[in-house]
């Protein structure tokens, strides 16, 4: 797993709201939150690893972590990634 070490932007498609990241591994990502719902979540994951599995042409993927104190700076984020900063 991941850590999400930079915010970068909302991206301009998708129902679910997703945020393109730069994660650990110095690669960007776009990373979803609840909006996308558990159960859309764990699909998502298994269908990915599934397809890599199987040497289909599958985007890079990977499960991260987003420390909460990176929510303080982007209250759209924040909305959106479901972390609520007290």
Excluded at 34 to 58: H, M, T, W
Aim: glycine letters at 10%; proline letters at 5%; a positive charge.
């Amino acid at each position: 797993m991941l850590d999400v070490i930079e915010i970068q932007q909302k991206a301009s498609q998708g129902r679910t709201e997703p945020y393109l990241c730069r994660l650990s591994d110095n690669k960007r990502y776009y990373v979803k939150g609840p909006q996308a719902g558990a159960k859309g979540l764990i699909n998502e994951a298994v269908c990915a690893y599934l397809g890599s599995a199987l040497q289909l042409n599958v985007p890079a993927h990977c499960c991260a972590h987003l420390p909460q104190g990176l929510l303080r700076f982007d209250e759209g984020a924040s909305r959106v990634l479901g972390l609520a900063i007290a």
